[in-house]
């Protein structure tokens, strides 16, 4: 798993030390917003502004990034998952439109718990 924002990423790397999902370890890696997240199983993005958020979703254009961030509306923008707060619980939106553009497959059951978003306008 990649992450863009350190805070983030210091919390998941002390999380994933010493687990592992069957026979891979989890890893956490610190990236920055180039080129190289393109080689991300799943991109951690957190907050980002409108302008890098854009260059995220060209970034990975074609790419098989599982896209995951907690902007309002990173869901909305392109992103393949947006976690947000609502009533004081944690959900997430799904944008089926920007997981259908890679070769990801997320489960029906996982599905039925989302908000299904749309790209914006």
């Known amino acids: 798993m990649c992450v863009i924002d350190p805070a983030v990423a210091s919390a998941l790397e002390a999380l994933a030390a010493g687990k592992s999902i069957g026979p891979h370890p989890l890893k956490v890696t610190r990236v920055k917003l180039n080129e190289s997240i393109r080689t991300c199983m799943i991109l951690y993005a957190g907050k980002l502004d409108s302008k890098k958020h854009a260059q995220l979703i060209t970034l990975l254009a074609g790419a098989t990034t599982l896209t995951v961030g907690d902007a ?10 947006g976690l947000f707060v609502d009533g004081g619980r944690m959900r997430f939106a799904v944008n ?10 997320l489960s029906s059951q996982l599905l039925n718990y989302a908000k299904l978003v749309r790209n914006g306008p």
């Open 72 to 81: 309002e509306d990173f869901a909305v923008r392109g992103g393949m998952i």
């Open 96 to 105: 089926r439109e920007a997981v259908l553009r890679t070769r990801i497959t």
